[in-house]
């Protein structure tokens, strides 16, 4: 009698221990929208850079950026929760950001640039504006991070 409780008890032991976990599955991007002003997709844990976009929203606000497309610039950001890689481009007139973790066993520069790139793939670029709105774009991006008490630094554009 006592021995048939053990092993049920043991049976049923090794069951919860080997079954498959389900929380192995990864979340959906999470897709931010502004029409006529930004358009940005998150990681799933990064919506708290939301606040960070609506400031440099801000800054492009107060100092208007001319028109024209402008490639993707690319940035690693450090928040007082941790590190992400941010992606600015502008299609016509409007903003596009994306937002991903790092990942440790590929450069950030690497893994950003091909998260954008699946991103803006169907928004081709129509006039390309000079390198100065570019310059114009990343200091916008490190004046919003100063203001936040951010640090940022520029990994390049696309």
Same mark, same amino acid.
């Given at each position: 009698?006592?021995?048939?409780? #053990?092993?049920?008890?043991?049976?049923?032991?090794?069951?919860?221990?080997?079954?498959?976990?389900? !929380?192995?599955?990864?979340?959906?991007?999470?897709?931010?929208?502004?029409?006529?002003?930004?358009?940005?997709?998150?990681?799933?844990?990064?919506?708290?850079? *939301?606040?960070?976009?609506?400031?440099? #929203? !801000?800054?492009?606000?107060?100092?208007?950026?001319?028109?024209?497309?402008?490639?993707?610039?690319?940035?690693?950001?450090?928040?007082?929760?941790?590190?992400?890689?941010?992606?600015?481009?502008?299609?016509?007139?409007?903003?596009?950001?994306?937002?991903?973790?790092?990942?440790?066993?590929?450069? !950030?520069?690497?893994?950003?640039?091909?998260?954008?790139?699946?991103?803006?793939?169907?928004?081709?670029?129509?006039?390309?504006?000079?390198? *100065?709105?570019?310059?114009?774009?990343?200091?916008?991006?490190?004046?919003?991070?100063?203001?936040?008490?951010?640090?940022?630094?520029?990994?390049?554009?696309?």
């Amino acid at each position: 009698m006592y021995e048939g409780l #053990i092993l049920l008890c043991l049976v049923v032991g090794v069951v919860v221990l080997i079954r498959p976990k389900k !929380d192995g599955c990864l979340d959906a991007p999470v897709v931010i929208r502004r029409s006529g002003v930004y358009h940005a997709t998150l990681a799933p844990q990064l919506v708290r850079a *939301q606040l960070f976009l609506e400031i440099i #929203i !801000d800054q492009l606000a107060q100092d208007p950026l001319p028109a024209g497309d402008i490639d993707s610039q690319f940035f690693l950001v450090r928040d007082e929760v941790g590190a992400y890689l941010l992606a600015v481009g502008r299609r016509g007139d409007v903003l596009y950001f994306q937002a991903i973790l790092p990942l440790l066993n590929e450069t !950030d520069t690497d893994v950003i640039r091909q998260f954008s790139g699946q991103v803006m793939v169907n928004l081709k670029m129509a006039v390309v504006a000079d390198e *100065q709105v570019s310059v114009q774009l990343r200091t916008a991006v490190q004046n919003a991070a100063s203001d936040v008490n951010n640090l940022c630094s520029t990994l390049g554009s696309a």
